[in-house]
Structures are given as C-alpha cells and as structure tokens.
C-alpha cells in the first residue's frame, strides 16, 4: 500500500520529543505535539489566580518545552517560521486528535510501565492501520506492544532517533515480534528520502547498534585512559579530528551529552547483556561513580570532565579534571610524535597505518584501542546485525565518525588488524578468520561506481543496498577522471554531465582551482551536457584562499593581485554566461567565494544544512569575486513599482556588511543568496550530487540557451551612497563599529550604490565588477587589512581592529 505522512503525531514534548516534533516540521510535515497536564500550578499561575481547568495551564508543559527548544541553539528548526506547522495540546483534551494522523511517536520518559499506559491509551483513539512507534534508546521492542492488538502490533515497532534529530543522521528502526515487512520497508526508505537520515534496521537488542557499539567505544577509553596514565586532554587529541571524529572528541562529547545520560545507556547494557564477553568493561570506573554522586554530569551542571571558570583577572579558562585526584587544573597541551606525522597526509583514512605503527604512547594507544573495538564489532554479528556495513553506517550517523570500524580495519589491513588484536590478547570473530581464509582480502570493495560489503551467509562480496539513489565520488573519482589537477578532479557523472570537485585544504578556491573551474567548463562546453559543482568532504568551500592575497598584498604585488582578482571574477561569470547549464551543490560551511561561485551558478541544489554568507569584512575586505556586484544585481531585480529602493538596496549591504551567515540553506533564502523560485534544498546530503546532477540534465534536455550578459542593472548613485555614509558614521560615532569598519563599509557602499552618479542609472555588470576590485584592490592596501587577514590565518578566527 501506499503511504503518504501528511501529519505526525509526537508523544512527549522533551528535549528529544521537540526536537522530533520540530525536524518534521523542518520537511513540511504538519505535527501535533503532545504532553501530560500539569498536577499543580506555579507560582507564575497563581498570582495571575489561574486553575488547573485553564487551557494554558493545562498546555504549559508542552509549550514551555517547545518554547524553549526553539530558543536553544544550535537550532532544531531550520527556520523560525516553520514552527507554525507545529500544534500543541495536552494528553487528556487533546489525545483523541491523534485519530487524524499517519503516523504516532511515542518519546516519553525511559520506563516500560508508563510506555505501556500511553500506548493503552493511544490505542483507543488511533485509527487502524496508522504508524506507531516508540523512540526508545534501549528498552525492548518486543514487551512495549505486549497486550494490543494485531492491528497496533503489526504496525508498531521502534523509531530511534539521535539527539540532536535534525543534525545526527542515525535512524535505528527496530521490528518488534510482529512488525509487518511493508512497515520496516516503508519506515527504512522513508527515514532516508524525507527525513535525511541514514535508516538502519536493527535487532531488538539492548542499545540496539549505535548505542551498543558507542558505548563500548567510551566505556573502552574510560578503563584505558587509567591503565595507559593518559591525561583527558591527551585523549581528547587522540580521538578527535585526526581519526575523523567530532572535535569534541570523546570526554567534551560526554559533558555536552551528560554524563547521567551515558551512565543510564551503559548500566542498561550491563544489566541486559550479561553474556556479553567484554561485560566487565560496562562496569563504571571509580572516577565515574564518583562524578555521578558529585553530580558532576557536563554542561548541564557547569561541570564535568571540563570545567569552565573565570580567573581573578576576570578572564574566562577551561579547566580540565584530574582523574588521579578529581581535581580542577588548567588545561595541559598535549602532543605526540606519532600525530605529527600525520600532518602531511589529508585523507583521514590513510592515516590509521602510520598511527597504528607508531612507536610513542600514542601508537600504544592506537593499537589497543582498535584492536578491542575490532574485536567487538565482528563479535557483535550476527548478534545485533547480520550485516557489517549497518554497524559502519550506525557509527557513522549517529557518533560522528568519518569511518566505520570495518572501514577502519581495512584501511589498516585486515590481517595487520588480526595481529594486533592476538598481541592484545584477543581473537576475532570466526566468520573473520573464515573471510580471510576464503581468499577475501577486504570487508569492503567497490566496483562500477558501486560499494560491496562481505556477506557473511554467503561469503561473498554483495551490493550495499540503497546506493541507487545515490552519488558517491569516493567510488567514481578513478574510473570517471576526465581532468585532474593540484585543485580539483573533473569527473563524468554519465548522461552528459559533469562534476567539479574541489581538492584542496578546506576547499578553498585558489588559482589552481579556478583553472581546473575553467577547464571543466571548456570540456562541458565541447562535449558534455552540463556541470555539476559539488563535493562530499566536510564542507563545500570557505572561501578564497587569503593566504595567497596575504602575500601578493604583504609583498605589493599589486598589478598581480589585480589579475588574481579579475581571475576569479572572469570564471565566476563564466559560471554564469557558458553554454552549458551550471549547477552548484553547496553544504556544511559555504563562505566568501564558495558562496560567490554559489550565487553566479544557474541553480543552486542545497543541502538543508549549508551555512552560507559573504564574511569578507572579517578579514577587511569586501567580496570581491562577483559578490558585492551580485548582491547589488538582486537588490536592483528585486525593486518592485512604488518600492522604496533604498530600503531594499540597504537590506542587501547589511546582508555584506554584517558578515551574515545563514543557520540553514532555507535562512539563505531571506537574506536574497540563495533565490526563490530558482534554487531548491534537499535535506539528504547523500542525495546532492545525483539531485545536481538530474537538474542539470533537465536544463540542458529542455533546451539550455546561453545567457546574454546584463546591462540592465539599475544602480541609485548619490542617492544611495549618501544613505550608506550616513549611516556608517552614525555607527562609528555610536561605537557599534571601528574606524576600519567604518572605512569597509563606505568601500562597499560606493560599489551597491554604483559609484556616486547623479541620478539612478542603468549599468553593466562589468562595470560594477570593475567598481568592486577597486575597492577590493585598495582595501589590500590597508595595514589594518592586512592585520586581519594574518590574524585569520594564524587563529582562524576574526580580528575586530
């Protein structure tokens, strides 16, 4: 049967419940939130002489948490207004309601007895044949459903999201005894097309896979952090961005998810999993049982394994435990040989070979920490999964890692990994032992564009499923090369298209990838369709590469940067005016000339979480690859009969000036960079490059006709320039900005006002180009620009100057 989810009911409105009720609302989903009534009234409530009959009170649980949800950051929703597909209500007045939805989650407190009276109670009210499930991290799927009927049980199973729901991407469905398969299929495809996730369907074990799994990892580096003498800080190094972790590596991880609530995960699988062969390591350390009673849980209670403090000086430190004398200190550098010669190697992947042979504490580490983590992932099938790539992707999505432990142990080496879990002292699941006898040298292989993972039962390679819908350039980037240079590798998607995928630091755009820009557009031109420019590393570009302007500009090689400059205006145009239609893929941070080459595309296809803004005042310049041109473009197509234009121009400049970055592509919409109408968000990222990809094609099977260059740009002149200046000076006198600011600012205003003409004029780009490298170039001229730029480079953060 066909379903379409059109309304979503969600039961219990905590941190998790809104957040769930609030990603829903993010896809369009019309969402009733749900909670208890309140047993008394506050203190708010009794001095205005309110009763517990009143709707407010009788609502003030559920608004209070959704209320504040929205308020905590970083934000559940990708924008405020969205809010408004969000209803709330009470479970005594309210509950029949959930008669009209298509789906009921249920996310109320962690015990089965109160599960069970909820699910009682839904059942009286819900329609047959509507989706039930329960948000459980840990209790099993199969004593929720005990006691209802055929119809509740067959479409009732576990939907485990990951908090934060809108940016974790895990998605743990979990059958219960009677699930129906038509239930899972649609909940597993459905988690991955409209809600952005990556759908893993898991057994009904306890902590079912991420959790199993990530909790082992931590508990590990718990026991180990004591028997190696290692500090936090060196830990927190070890198991950070070098092997592709979050930056909050492992112990700020726990303080920001609270200790309390790791604690609760790992007594469950304690409890639950006793014939588990690493059982004793789910045990708490001495240092945990105390931070429990000392109730020093993370960030919710100021403390835990980091502590921040304000000095006598009155300047705020991060202090760091002892975990030999639980006691505050400052924090320690730490550093290691073995890191030091992963520096030169960009690929986190290739890195595990150097670090598991290294021959310092941080090899040590390294080689007992995967060995266990080796060892009790292949010892964990076919107990929680049957198949090795659900536990890679579960790890992936819901903890952050860049890699999976499979992936992890074939970029070491299969055998290599075996090694080093017999010299630890522990032995590999047989069916390892059996892959490798058989002749399979990998867990993973990739062959025509495709990932194949070892099937165990059949002992065999076998297509991951779900791939069709996807890209993946890692799989493609050898056999679809078409050009390749020190900055970007050009690779034929098939059907006529190309793709440009930036290969440099960070993926910022120098001169090596401006002409790997122009080349793809040369070959598209010639013999392709249309081009894709997009990526699937961290983020899509954060800009310009200013250490190049740093040091043209350092060594007054004017003539120089003047050329660099046009350069990069040139190809952004080029972006705009081929013959080809040209699509660009933007995600994660997408800043300064990332988002310039954005807003000079034909379409842009975004992901939903793409931070997206023009920051050149943070390094005391304006944008000077087409941005500040092209924001005076949208304002000038924006101006609509009896506007007030200058209102409209200045939203734009604020938009410059004020280094505005967007939370989400949809906030990209209010600030006019990414365009009603034109540009499209996808909320899968893994879908981005093959949604590129097919807009591109439609455009060019439509009938692509080259653009004509504008000259119908309408400009304000004096008219314009007079207001920025005035208010510029009015924002230095009230020192909301320094004098270079202020400078930046008035640079800025004469290019949106097109120079200072007497009357409202119709202009070229060309000459608004020409107007912002000028006042690019005598920015750079600046010693106070300069200051900014190096102190960007070196701190990697802003210089207020």
Not at 58 to 85: E, G
Not at 216 to 239: A, Q, R
Not at 640 to 664: C, P, R, W
């Amino acid at each position: 049967m066909k379903r379409i989810i059109k309304k979503v009911a969600v039961i219990g409105s905590g941190i998790m419940g809104s957040g769930i009720a609030c990603h829903f609302a993010n896809i369009g989903v019309e969402v009733l939130l749900l909670d208890i009534v309140p047993r008394e009234l506050n203190d708010k409530e009794k001095a205005k002489g309110l009763t517990l009959e009143n709707k407010v009170v009788r609502n003030r649980l559920v608004n209070d948490s959704l209320t504040a949800a929205l308020k905590s950051k970083p934000s559940p929703i990708y924008h405020q207004k969205f809010a408004n597909r969000i209803t709330t209500g009470n479970l005594e007045d309210d509950i029949a309601k959930v008669a009209d939805v298509d789906w009921i989650i249920e996310v109320v407190v962690e015990r089965l007895d109160i599960k069970k009276i909820v699910f009682e109670n839904l059942e009286k009210h819900r329609t047959p044949g509507t989706l039930i499930t329960s948000n459980t991290s840990g209790i099993p799927i199969q004593f929720m459903s005990e006691g209802r009927s055929e119809d509740f049980q067959k479409h009732f199973c576990g939907t485990h999201f990951f908090n934060p729901a809108r940016y974790l991407k895990l998605f743990e469905i979990i059958p219960g005894p009677n699930t129906s398969q038509e239930v899972l299929d649609f909940l597993n495809g459905y988690g991955e097309q409209y809600l952005g996730k990556t759908s893993v369907v898991a057994k009904d074990t306890p902590a079912f896979i991420g959790n199993r799994i990530g909790i082992f990892s931590i508990m590990s580096l718990f026991h180990m952090v004591k028997e190696m003498g290692l500090t936090i800080e060196e830990v927190d190094k070890l198991t950070g961005p070098v092997i592709g972790r979050p930056k909050s590596a492992t112990f700020r991880t726990v303080d920001v998810v609270g200790l309390d609530t790791l604690v609760h995960v790992a007594n469950g699988i304690a409890d639950n999993c006793t014939d588990d062969e690493r059982h004793e390591l789910f045990k708490l350390p001495d240092f945990i049982t105390t931070m429990m009673e000392n109730k020093w849980l993370g960030s919710k209670t100021k403390q835990g394994f980091y502590k921040k403090n304000v000095g006598a000086d009155g300047k705020r430190e991060i202090l760091s435990l002892d975990l030999d004398t639980l006691e505050y200190r400052e924090k320690k550098r730490a550093s290691f040989a073995t890191l030091e010669m992963t520096k030169t190697i960009d690929k986190v992947v290739d890195r595990f070979k150097v670090l598991v042979s290294g021959k310092d504490k941080a090899g040590e580490f390294y080689r007992k920490n995967l060995s266990a983590l080796f060892a009790y992932v292949s010892n964990r099938i076919p107990e929680i999964t049957d198949d090795l790539y659900k536990i890679d992707d579960a790890m992936k999505a819901g903890f952050g890692w860049e890699h999976g432990p499979f992936q992890i142990w074939d970029a070491v080496g299969v055998e290599k990994g075996i090694e080093m879990m017999r010299a630890e002292g522990y032995e590999p699941a047989s069916w390892v032992l059996d892959m490798t006898a058989s002749g399979s040298a990998s867990f993973y292989t990739v062959n025509n564009g495709a990932t194949f993972f070892y099937d165990i039962p059949k002992k065999e390679q076998v297509k991951v499923p779900g791939q069709d819908a996807f890209i993946i350039l890692d799989n493609i980037r050898k056999s679809s090369e078409v050009f390749k240079n020190s900055g970007v590798v050009v690779e034929d998607l098939g059907d006529g298209i190309l793709n440009v995928e930036f290969q440099s630091k960070m993926n910022t755009i120098g001169g090596d990838v401006l002409a790997g820009l122009n080349k793809a557009i040369d070959i598209a031109e010639k013999d392709f369709q249309g081009l894709v420019v997009g990526n699937q590393a961290a983020n899509f570009s954060v800009g310009a590469n200013i250490g190049m302007i740093f040091m043209m500009a350092v060594e007054q090689e004017y003539d120089e940067l003047n050329m660099a400059i046009k350069y990069f205006q040139d190809s952004m145009m080029r972006m705009r005016y081929s013959a080809i239609p040209t699509i660009a893929a933007p995600h994660g941070m997408t800043l300064g000339g990332g988002c310039e080459l954005s807003m000079h595309a034909d379409k842009v296809v975004a992901a939903a979480e793409t931070y997206i803004g023009l920051v050149e005042f943070g390094v005391g310049v304006i944008p000077g690859g087409g941005g500040s041109k092209e924001m005076a473009l949208r304002a000038s197509d924006t101006f609509k009969k009896n506007d007030v234009e200058l209102n409209v121009l200045q939203e734009h400049f604020l938009t410059i000036g004020m280094a505005k970055v967007s939370t989400s592509a949809y906030e990209a919409y209010d600030t006019n960079i990414l365009q009603k109408g034109k540009d499209i968000v996808v909320v899968n990222k893994d879908r981005q490059i093959a949604t590129a990809k097919a807009h591109a094609k439609l455009m060019a099977e439509q009938g692509y006709t080259q653009p004509v260059k504008r000259k119908d740009v309408k400009v304000l002149g004096k008219q314009a320039l007079g207001m920025f200046l005035v208010g510029t000076d009015a924002m230095e006198a009230s020192k909301y900005i320094s004098e270079h600011d202020h400078k930046i600012a008035n640079k800025l205003g004469y290019v949106m006002a097109g120079g200072d003409l007497s009357e409202p004029t119709l202009v070229t780009e060309q000459y608004l180009l020409d107007l912002e490298r000028e006042a690019f170039l005598s920015l750079c001229t600046e010693r106070k620009t300069l200051e900014r730029i190096e102190h960007m480079l070196k701190k990697g953060k802003p210089l207020r100057n």
